[in-house]
């Protein structure tokens, strides 16, 4: 494994290991990051708050091209936010006395995200074949059961065909919802949408009416940290009968900053904050991540504000080209607009009976999570969600 020695020069392409993005200026990775979960700030927090950093940096002559956001997660990560396909495998793991972790996990922190920043499209297939070696020589070093790529798209045909031939398990994850903004405004947008659309979003905006809730988007939120991790707190042990594993102080880190990257949406009622979620822009591209409510409106008007119309309002007063909603509430909001964008894992065990056996799981998985998409779509499945249907894994 190849480690970055800082000041080191380079004449030719190479994958180097790196195991805190503080060894990378933040302009210098910000100019990569493709999407808000790419973030030099994002990413610096999450490693403060507990994620332990085993990024691959990619450079070639030009300087830093890419890096792969990869993390050494065990039970002890705060991983609880987004563990869409090392939860399910997890638990069907634990059925037959097999423990997944730790794996070396490729992904944004907290982000149900595993691409590379800058244009991985145009990385050769022998610098994706050493970035690979780079993490698989981290899973050796640490004793990992496994190397997994969890939410790859289904279309970065180059880097499954470099894992294939690497040996890895590719097996259906799930589908993540986009909202292209093509509007110059909400009202643009509401007029869009066919009648009964318009009625459902009217009758949602009504609510919120009634109910005398104010919405707010800032980005100087360090005020108000300390009300969003306890209302974040609370809404995590209501829907998994857990407490979140999150640090004490991620929010008002995160808080601590000029820059506009991230904005808190806040809905009060009066002077109580009862929601709230966090919005990270870059590159034309908005994510949404750590939506929590109260009880009295999770899942109802305010949670779709939030969800949906808000991040509209903001994508088109920024110029914001596309709106990243993730792998929740599919129907909503496929009906509100949103498309589906097919997902895959990458997985590779570090012994031959791992692997036979992580991909086995990984199969039945797999079958589950399109069984229960089919279900939750009903009507909608089909062209309509996917408007670029990929051949299946």
Not at 139 to 156: G, H, I, L, Y
Not at 169 to 198: D, H, M
Request: hydrophobic share 40%; aromatic share 8%; proline share 4%.
């Amino acid at each position: 494994m190849t480690t970055l020695h800082p000041g080191t020069a380079r004449t030719y392409q190479e994958a180097v290991s790196i195991r805190c993005s503080d060894r990378i200026g933040a302009s210098e990775w910000d100019r990569l990051a493709r999407r808000g979960f790419h973030r030099h700030r994002w990413t610096a927090v999450a490693e403060r708050s507990g994620w332990s950093a085993r990024h691959v940096a990619v450079y070639g002559p030009a300087g830093l091209r890419s890096v792969i956001p990869a993390y050494l997660t065990s039970g002890g990560t705060a991983h609880d936010l987004h563990d869409r396909w090392l939860g399910p495998l997890g638990r069907s793991a634990a059925r037959v006395g097999l423990s997944l972790r730790p794996v070396v996990s490729v992904q944004s922190a907290f982000g149900p995200v595993s691409e590379p920043t800058g244009d991985g499209t145009e990385l050769p297939s022998s610098l994706l074949h050493q970035a690979f070696e780079a993490l698989e020589s981290t899973a050796r070093d640490e004793r990992a059961k496994a190397v997994v790529w969890p939410f790859v798209e289904a279309t970065n045909r180059l880097l499954l065909e470099v894992a294939r031939e690497r040996g890895y398990g590719v097996f259906y994850a799930g589908a993540a919802a986009r909202l292209p903004i093509r509007w110059e405004s909400f009202e643009e947008y509401l007029a869009s949408r066919s009648k009964s659309v318009r009625r459902t979003i009217r009758a949602d905006l009504a609510q919120i009416r009634a109910a005398e809730l104010g919405m707010e988007s800032t980005s100087d939120f360090l005020v108000h940290a300390a009300g969003i991790d306890n209302l974040y707190r609370k809404a995590f042990q209501r829907r998994n009968g857990r407490p979140t594993l999150l640090a004490s102080d991620f929010f008002s880190r995160l808080a601590k900053s000029s820059d506009r990257s991230v904005t808190a949406q806040l809905t009060w009622n009066g002077t109580r904050l009862v929601g709230s979620s966090m919005n990270l822009a870059a590159a034309g591209r908005l994510d949404g991540t750590f939506a929590a409510f109260t009880r009295e409106h999770h899942g109802g008007a305010a949670y779709f504000n939030d969800l949906v119309y808000q991040p509209i309002r903001h994508a088109c007063k920024e110029g914001i080209g596309t709106i990243e909603l993730g792998p929740t509430a599919l129907y909503a909001k496929v009906l509100r607009g949103a498309t589906l964008q097919r997902r895959v894992v990458l997985i590779r065990g570090r012994t031959p009976p791992l692997h036979a056996m992580l991909c086995a799981l990984g199969r039945m998985v797999a079958l589950r999570e399109e069984r229960k998409e089919r279900r939750a779509l009903g009507a909608l499945w089909g062209s309509r969600c996917f408007p670029e249907r990929e051949d299946a894994p």
